[in-house]
């Protein structure tokens, strides 16, 4: 079986078309980054159905 090869990516496309298109690409967790005014936040999910953890993230650094 192989995934299809037809999928684009615009600039419409939501988290829960990703979330749909997850099985056919046997997806099995997602990295999620947000940015707020405040904060950025990271959720770890399990696709299709899993927990989604979450967590506020204060500081990042950048390594080489």
Known sequence: YSP???AVLSRKNT???F???AGPFKVT???VLSQT???VNLRVMRVPRGP???FHV???V???
Request: proline share 4%.
């Open 4 to 6: 299809p090869s037809h």
């Open 15 to 17: 988290l829960k078309d």
């Open 19 to 21: 979330i749909a298109m």
């Open 29 to 31: 967790h997602m990295l």
């Open 37 to 39: 005014d405040d904060f």
């Open 52 to 54: 989604t953890l979450s």
């Open 58 to 60: 204060r500081h990042s």
């Open 62 to 64: 950048i390594a080489q």
